[in-house]
């Protein structure tokens, strides 16, 4: 377990999740993007679409259901963690159904989960 660096592997992942959401704000991801200029629209679409796929990769370790999720609603195998950043998902691929990721934590089991672990806040 001293080899396995599990929070620096989250943190990567986190990082790699934040500057992809970087990525979206910075291209300006909206309905006018869509209509205007279409196929800058269907690149950040590839790339976004893409960029979750890795992601998928990246936390399935921690979250597997979850990575299990995200491949059912991309249409697209579990996959192994990639050695550089490609584009697997190509031009024409057909999504699946969206689905919730995560649900709603109910107050009770929160305040059941603080009062046994402790309140999260401490670093």
Avoid at 67 to 84: G, K, M, V, W, Y
Avoid at 100 to 122: C, V
Wanted: charged share 20%; hydrophobic share 40%.
């Amino acid at each position: 377990m001293d080899g396995v660096h599990i929070k620096a592997a989250l943190t990567t992942a986190r990082d790699i999740s934040a500057r992809g959401n970087q990525y979206l704000q910075m291209s300006n991801m909206n309905n006018a993007l869509f209509s205007d200029c279409r196929a800058q629209c269907d690149t950040v679409m590839a790339l976004a679409t893409n960029l979750v796929y890795l992601l998928s990769a990246l936390f399935y370790p921690f979250m597997p259901a979850t990575a299990a999720s995200i491949c059912r609603q991309l249409n697209a195998p579990l996959r192994l963690l990639p050695e550089t950043f490609e584009i697997d998902l190509k031009p024409g691929h057909v999504t699946g159904r969206p689905e919730y990721l995560f649900t709603n934590i109910d107050e009770k089991k929160i305040a059941q989960w603080r009062a046994e672990f402790g309140s999260g806040t401490s670093a």
